[in-house]
């Protein structure tokens, strides 16, 4: 996805629907995750049949975590937002709430005001990440 998407669900009955999906599947991820988890713990890592077996589970299991949370699923800034809408930022691909994405784009703006006088920022301010939040 390219563009910049916000899905809002005002339906209170659409919301339930989608905030119950968003806690199956948020669980089905933890439970494959613990899965996956207690499979590694059981290989011997001292050969490296046993390694190899080891990361190709890890890899596994960080492409799952890696598509929840790169999902609507989750807020990308917060984890949270299980009930809340979202929206996207093509800038790095992600799903946030909207709460979290008006307040990192209202946060470039006071910094940017800040920037303009002068003031320190600070170093390692992501300001073509923030500024993407902004419309
Ligand atoms: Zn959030």
């Known amino acids: 996805m390219k563009k910049k998407k916000t899905i809002i669900i005002k339906d209170p009955h659409l919301r339930k629907i989608r905030d119950n999906l968003r806690v199956v599947i948020d669980r089905a991820v933890n439970n494959e995750v613990s ?27 960080d492409a799952l975590e890696m598509m929840e949370s790169s999902s609507t699923i989750q807020c990308a800034a917060c984890n949270f937002g299980i009930d809340r809408d979202v929206r996207f930022n093509p800038f790095d691909k ?6 979290c994405y008006d307040l990192i784009r209202d946060q470039y703006y006071k910094t940017m005001a800040k920037k303009k006088k002068g003031e320190f920022i600070g170093t390692d301010y992501n300001e073509e990440y923030a500024r993407s939040f902004t419309d």
Do not use: K, P, V
């Open 94 to 99: 992600a799903w946030y709430c909207i709460e």
């Open 35 to 61: 899965r996956f988890w207690n499979l590694m713990m059981q290989i011997d890592r001292s050969t490296d049949e046993g390694r190899d077996q080891y990361f190709a589970l890890m890899h596994q299991r």
